[in-house]
Structure formats: C-alpha cells, structure tokens
C-alpha cells in the first residue's frame, strides 16, 4: 500500500485494518491512543461513511480524513456532514 509507505517513512506510529468494523473496533478498545483517522471510503464490510459515524458518536472532535479512489461529488458532500 503507498500510503502505508508514506506513513512509515515519517516515523509516526500507525495502525491499518483491512476494513471498516475492525478500524471502529480498534477505535473502541482504545480511544486515547488514536489522533486522526484515515479511511477509505470504499472499505469492505463497513464502509468509510459508517465507520465515521460509529467514531463519531464517541469523539466528536477527533479529526477524520476521507480517501478513496473513486468517490466523488455526492458521497464526498455526505461524508464531509458528519
């Protein structure tokens, strides 16, 4: 994965799920130890959109980047409401 590369080359610490439940249940296990989140919008089993709902209810004031190759204009503006 690039960005895992990009990430790693920094020297911050990170942690990558291969899909959406996973990323909210790290989440939830243990809050404090996330500072922002990156998520594909197109994850299998729960997607971008629903997993920044599910954090959201818990940390309204975490920060919550969107990537994705292939959404654009409607789900791109439905993502940046929550």
Same mark, same amino acid.
């Given at each position: 994965m690039?960005?895992e590369?990009?990430? !790693?080359? #920094?020297?911050?610490a990170?942690?990558i799920?291969? =899909?959406? @439940?996973?990323?909210?249940m $790290?989440f939830?296990?243990?809050?404090?130890l996330?500072?922002?989140?990156?998520?594909?919008?197109?994850?299998p089993?729960?997607? !971008?959109? #629903?997993?920044?709902?599910?954090?959201?209810?818990? =940390?309204? @004031?975490?920060?919550?980047? $969107?990537l994705?190759?292939?959404?654009?204009?409607?789900?791109t503006?439905?993502?940046?409401?929550?």
């Open positions: 690039a960005l590369m990009v990430i !790693g080359q #920094t020297g911050l990170s942690d799920f291969c =899909n959406g @439940k996973k990323a909210v $790290a939830i296990k243990n809050p404090k996330y500072h922002i989140i990156l998520l594909d919008l197109n994850m089993i729960m997607d !971008g959109f #629903t997993a920044a709902r599910h954090i959201r209810k818990r =940390n309204k @004031k975490i920060k919550i980047l $969107a994705s190759a292939g959404y654009l204009g409607l789900f503006f439905n993502f940046l409401r929550l």
